[in-house]
């Protein structure tokens, strides 16, 4: 009887995987870029606000961006498209004909990467750089933080 006990207990081990298990290291969740990002950016040494209205897919990023004077004039209007790739999101905002009010023939394209951190405060923290424009001053580069809304 004993045998027949050791025998079951044997394959009930082996079924089950006897012994230490290695401990399983949890994957931490994907970040989450949906939703408005705002933040204060100096253009021409003029404060603007910047807003990103983002839509994430998978790893994809895509929204609107807009700049705005703290009147409300709006400065530009582009379209943002990016790649998240854990906590860095590297992004291309393009600017068509139309996307600055004062030179509705000016089109370009400013590009970066900024990293995520999210938590109470949720921050993206960058900087932006031209990448292409024909605008006469060109499109506004440098650093940028922006804070989940």
């Known amino acids: 009887m004993r045998q027949l006990m050791a025998a079951v207990a044997l394959l009930g081990c082996l079924a089950t995987g006897c012994g230490e298990k290695s ?5 931490p969740p994907p970040i989450n ?6 933040g204060n950016v100096t253009v021409l040494g003029t404060s603007a606000r910047m807003l990103w209205s983002l839509t994430q897919s998978d790893s994809t990023v895509t ?5 705005t004077l703290p009147s409300g004039t709006v400065l530009l209007n582009g379209f943002l498209t990016g790649a998240l790739n854990g906590n860095a999101l590297t992004y291309t905002i393009a600017v068509g004909p139309g996307g600055v ?8 394209q400013l590009g970066g990467t900024m990293n995520a951190s999210i938590g109470v405060v949720s921050t993206l923290v960058g900087r ?3 990448v292409s424009s024909n605008c006469a001053p060109p499109l506004p580069s440098g650093d940028i933080t922006l804070t989940k809304q």
């Not at 009010?101 to 370009?108: D, L, N, V, Y």
């Open 23 to 27: 401990p399983s290291v949890p994957t």
């Open 33 to 38: 870029l949906t939703g408005t990002w705002a």
């Open 63 to 67: 929204g609107p961006v807009a700049l």
């Open 101 to 108: 009010p004062t030179q509705p023939a000016c089109a370009g």
């Open 128 to 130: 932006t750089s031209l």
